[in-house]
Nanobody
Framework: DVQLQASGGGLVQPGGSLRLACATS????????IGWFRQAPGKERVGVSC???????NHRDSVKGRFTISRDKRRNTVYLQMNSLKPEDTAVYYC???????????????????WGKGTLVTVSS
């Protein structure tokens, strides 16, 4: 049974940092691309960051230079380090997995095979 568990959300002031974790089980971690997505109130779910099985990464433009995605194969976990947080980063963050056929960090939301429950990130003073 494949499971993805997102954690690490919370309330943080603008300019602050958080690290989200996506712990996976039941899948061959090294063979999967993992992505982080977010959904703000009243908006569609969008991709934030993506990491392929060999470790190539991709980020949406609005978080480039502030967010870093990484993977730890010993812990079967993917991390999203979020720095210089802004109020517009407020959202529920989800992680998802898809089998990696290409080695490219592609995480189209409609193609992700497994999803975890979200963790809420609130950036506010």
């Amino acid at each position: 049974d494949v499971q993805l568990q997102a954690s690490g959300g919370g309330l943080v002031q603008p300019g602050g940092s958080l690290r989200l974790a996506c712990a996976t089980s039941g899948l061959a971690f090294d063979a999967y691309t993992i992505g982080w997505f977010r959904q703000a109130p009243g908006k569609e779910r969008v991709g934030v960051s993506c990491i392929s099985s060999p470790g190539r990464t991709n980020h949406r433009d609005s978080v480039k230079g502030r967010f870093t995605i990484s993977r730890d194969k010993r812990r079967n976990t993917v991390y999203l380090q979020m720095n210089s947080l802004k109020p517009e980063d407020t959202a529920v963050y989800y992680c998802a997995a898809v089998f990696d056929y290409s080695g490219s960090p592609d995480c189209p939301p409609n193609n992700m095979g497994y999803w975890g429950k979200g963790t809420l990130v609130t950036v506010s003073s």
